[in-house]
Every structure is written in C-alpha cells, then in structure tokens.
C-alpha cells in the first residue's frame, strides 16, 4: 500500500497491465452483458408474476423431470459402461472412443432427425417398435432418449478419464485383502473419483436441460408432454414474450447454480489433493 | 501467472472495470427507457440508409444521369438484392417466384428468408432488415401497421388459402373422413397457435364442431394432437415421414406437392377458414423501388400465376 509503488517505475510495464485490463474486461463483459440485459429488461415482479403462468409451470417441471431421468439413467448406465471401457482394451475400442465424443460435435438438429428416422414410427428400429404397439417419437420418453444422446458424453468422458487416472493399486490392494469386486467398486473406486463423476453429471445435467434442436425434431412441441423449457422459450418469444424471458431467466438461474456447483466441488477436490 | 498481484496492478484493473461496468449499465438503462418499437422503428428507418449495400452506390451514377436522358424511372438496368420476409407456407412456391422475378427484371434478385410469419414478425420487432414481407396472417400484418413497421399504403392482398387435411400415402390409420379424426390413437400434428395456420385451424374445428361433429369431436381430435409445430412446412413433413396419421395444413401443400406424397380430405368451405396472404413494403427498405417492382411482380399476372400453380388461391 506503500505510495511510491504506484507511480510507474516502469512506463512499459503499465501498458502491459492496461492492455491486459482492457483484454480480460472485453472479454468479460462481451459474455456477461447479455446476461445481464435478460435481467434488466425483466422487473421483478413481471418475472414473479410470470413464475404462476402454467406454462411456465408446466415446461419447468417437465424440464426437471425428463433432466432427472436422464440424468440416472447417464450415471446409472454410464459408470460401470466407463469403468469397463477404461480398464479393458477390446477390437474396436478406438471407435467406442470416437462415438462417446460425437454428440458433442454433432449438431442437436442432425441428433434429432437421426433419432426420429431410426426410431419413428416407419423408422429402422420404430417400425418394429411399432408393432409391439410401443410408440417412441412425440413422447416425454423421446425428450429423455434425445437428452441422454446429447448430453452424455459430459459424462462419460469425465469417468472414463477418472479411471483411468486412477491407480489400479489401490482396487488390487483391496481384493488381495479379500474385498469383493462390488465393494472394492463402492468402498475405493467410486470415492476416490466422487468429486469429478458428480461434476461430470453436474454438466450432463445442464446440458441436458438446455437441449432443444432433437427435442424439436423428435419429441415435437406438445405443452405439458414434450414441451421443455427451451422450447417454450421459443414459443413464448413469437407469442408471449413475458413468458419467454421469464423462463430464459429461470434457465440462467439453474445455469448459474450449476456452474457454482461445479467450482465448490472442484476446489474441494483441490483442496483434497 | 506467478506475479504477485500488487495493489497498483489491482487499480488499475478495478479502474477500468467499473468504467467499462458504469457505461454498459447507462447503456442498459438508456436503451429500456426508450425500446417502444413504434419510436426506434420511426428513428431507424432513415438512419439505415446511411449503410446501404455498395449496390446502390454503384446504381447511384447511372441513376443521375438517366433522368437526362429518359424522365420515366426503368429499374432495368438497376441491380439489386431484395430481402423478403417470407411466410414459410410459400417455401414451394418461392422457389419459382425467384428466378421468375430475375427474369421479368434482369438484375433483380430477391433473397426470401422463410419461416412462419410469428417467428419473421418477432424478428423484424427486433431490428431484422427486410424490404418485402410477406405475411401469411391479416392480424400479424395489421399488428405490423400498427407499429408502424410497414409503408402502409403498400400493403395489399396478395393471395389466400383454405385449410386442408393431408394424411401419409400409406394412410395406415385408415382415415377416411374428418370425423375418423377423433378416433382413439389417431395421431394429429397441427400448428401452434401462435402460427398463422394454427389460428386458420382452430377455426376449422370450432366451425366443424359447431355445425356437423359436436364439441366432443373437436375435443378428441384435440387430444390426438402430439406435435404443435412453428411452421406450416413442419407439418407437412411430419405427414410425409409417416410419423404422424394426419396433418392440418394449407390447401397449396397439398397441391403443390408431388405425386403419391399425401392423401387429402377437403374441408368444406362452409366450415373452412380463408387466410388472407398479404405483401408489403418495410418502412427501413433501402431499396425501396425494386421492392416496389417486386411487390408488382407478385400481384401481377405473373406472379398470380405462380401462386395458382402452387396450390393458392387467388383472392
């Protein structure tokens, strides 16, 4: 706090800092204004209003039911699927890799549409379906099939490089000292990855709850049974717009929570380490 | 990254921080007080003109010196690109319309920007650039007057539809009347109400219930919607997937599609609902006589031409 440090000593050294400034408040502001304009065009008691609208009611709990689901089914699936995958080399392992890693690249529309020709109702697998009398498409279970196939690599990425990282020491210490295989799985494999599988899922979930481009494609827009929150954001914009930003709100709130979670659980893990 | 944060270094980062915050929050603040669409739509529509596409800057010479020459305007020799709002409904015959219009004025070129008219009326709400829109909805149109969007003297009728019932070729839910539509496990796919069709169609229903089938018809027609979709056009492709029994769309789909594509039942005037197409011209066009050719074009028999071909029906 001395005076003197702040005269500067060293002009270049001062411009660098400015330019640094100026790059990291660019930046800042070009990712947060937006965020911000949302809230300032909202007046709190609009968006309150708005919050008792069925609607909004409806996407928001569809949203959080269809997100849940999937979200179990990912972890449910999805951890011994990356524990088995990350321990075993098997033919073909370098083509599972590059599956686990295509939603991420591939565009939601393009998932949707493939989705809806394999499992429509004339679709490859749909027809089949079809005639067991099990429709697919235009269901709440095709909002969560098109979840899952988007928003699973979040997950599946995180745990197959968590087992990987971990040291198989520890798993074979543990059943030379007798541990079953499942509790060596729940008693050393699992807590010792914890931190990263539940920012992983944490991720999967947000990204699920934002899905719209499959959602559209193969669930269609049917309030209460396919309408999620980002398609009645859509809606909401050419009809109510109250409705809209109220629930664009809403979905930067649970964005917002999530990102927190995420940095609390990685500094604890930090910290840990 | 190991520097030591110093309290002069913080400064200065603080400092242009809550420079940079402060001015976008009077930024924020300025732009609510005054964001009446009526007033910005008012304010911009000159200011625009001022980034005109180089087009009109390279048309500028010939123009001046043409009155000299000839007093009466010929856009012949004028080049341009025309943005036209169009409703989605007119995907098919737009298709046409634009290599006819270059024809019928060489140098002309039109660019549609398709979608349903709620969606291209939200857009243009939000400062989207086009000279010509094309509404599928007489109150989206007269809610754009009201704002003051349009030029209002050129807004004209330009076509109009009936509604329509198409169902896949394979038509394996056997459908063979409107009534059949309320059978339990009929799957239906319409369009939201927000949708100028969806509006059209609901119509429909109130119509037919009130005079032929009752309300416990509509009703159950209503429960066998799975899909309300934002556009015309995503009805019809959901009909053609197979994915859904049947689809309310506009007469001209119906038509203008190929072959084998769809199996109809007509809705009898009586109990249908006439949409009324309209085109105009945007206040903010900066190209604002080809856009009058082009709205001339569409209304002339040319265009009327077209639009019959494609199933529409001619006001």
Redesign the interface.
């Given at each position: 706090m001395t005076p003197k440090r702040f005269r500067p000593k060293n002009y270049r050294r001062t411009l660098t800092y400015l330019a640094a400034g100026i790059l990291i408040a660019a930046v800042t502001l070009y990712l947060a204004l937006p965020i911000l304009a949302l809230i300032i065009r909202m007046s709190p008691d609009m968006f309150f209003d708005t919050l008792h609208n069925p609607e909004v009611i409806s996407a928001l709990w569809l949203s959080l039911f269809t997100t849940v689901i999937s979200l179990a089914v990912v972890i449910l699936v999805g951890t011994p699927f990356a524990y088995y995958h990350s321990r075993y080399s098997y033919p073909g392992k370098v083509i599972v890799d590059t599956l686990i890693d295509l939603p991420l690249v591939l565009p939601p529309a393009v998932a949707g549409v493939a989705l809806l020709v394999l499992y429509g109702r004339v679709g490859l697998l749909g027809r089949y379906f079809n005639m067991l009398g099990i429709s697919l498409a235009f269901t709440t279970l095709a909002v969560i099939m098109a979840q899952i196939f988007v928003a699973s690599p979040f997950y599946l990425r995180q745990a197959k490089s968590l087992f990987e990282q971990l040291d198989p020491a520890y798993e074979q210490t543990a059943r030379t000292l007798g541990a079953s295989s499942l509790r060596t799985m729940t008693l050393v494999t699992l807590p010792m990855t914890a931190g990263g599988l539940v920012s992983g899922a944490v991720m999967t979930f947000g990204r699920a709850l934002g899905e719209f481009g499959a959602t559209i494609m193969f669930a269609g827009n049917l309030p209460g049974v396919t309408q999620t929150m980002p398609l009645a954001v859509y809606v909401g914009m050419e009809s109510n717009v109250t409705v809209g930003l109220t629930i664009s709100i809403l979905l930067v709130i649970i964005s917002f929570t999530i990102m927190i979670a995420v940095r609390l659980i990685q500094m604890r893990e930090e910290n840990r380490a | 990254m190991k520097e030591p944060l110093?309290?002069?270094?913080l400064?200065?980062?603080s400092m242009?921080?809550g420079l940079?915050?402060v001015s976008?929050l009077l930024a924020?603040?300025t732009q609510?007080t005054t964001n009446t669409p009526v007033s910005t739509a008012a304010t911009t529509a000159p200011v625009t003109e001022v980034p005109t596409p180089v087009v009109t800057a390279t048309t500028a010479v010939p123009t001046t010196v043409m009155p000299t020459a000839t007093p009466a305007p010929t856009y012949t020799a004028t080049e341009g690109n025309l943005v036209a709002y169009t409703a989605a409904s007119l995907s098919g015959a737009s298709t046409s319309i634009g290599p006819s219009f270059t024809m019928a004025y060489p140098n002309h070129k039109v660019i549609f920007n398709l979608d349903?008219t709620?969606?291209l009326?939200?857009q243009v709400e939000n400062g989207a650039y086009a000279d010509v829109f094309i509404s599928a909805s007489n109150s989206y149109t007269n809610t754009l007057k009201s704002e003051g969007y349009f030029d209002n003297t050129t807004v004209k009728t330009l076509t109009t539809n009936y509604i329509i019932v198409i169902l896949p070729a394979s038509n394996t839910a056997n459908i063979k009347s409107l009534a059949d539509l309320a059978k339990p496990g009929v799957?239906i796919?319409m369009e939201?109400?927000?949708v100028p069709a969806g509006t059209a169609t609901m119509a429909v229903l109130n119509n037919s219930a009130n005079s032929t089938y009752g309300q416990a018809w509509k009703n159950s027609v209503i429960s066998n919607?799975?899909?309300?979709?934002?556009s015309e056009p995503a009805v019809a492709t959901?009909v053609s997937?197979?994915?859904?029994d049947a689809g309310f769309v506009y007469q001209s789909t119906a038509t203008a599609a190929a072959k084998g594509t769809y199996q109809s039942i007509t809705i009898p005037k009586k109990d249908n609902y006439l949409q009324t197409y309209t085109i105009g011209i945007l206040r903010q066009s900066t190209n604002k006589a080809i856009a009058a050719d082009f709205e001339q074009f569409m209304l002339s028999s040319a265009g009327q031409q077209i639009l019959t071909q494609y199933g529409f029906t001619a006001p």
């Open positions: - | 110093t309290p002069s270094k400064a200065l980062i242009i921080f940079l915050l976008a924020g603040c609510s349903g709620q969606a009326k939200t799957k796919a939201a109400a927000t919607v799975v899909t309300y979709e934002t959901k997937l197979g994915e859904v």
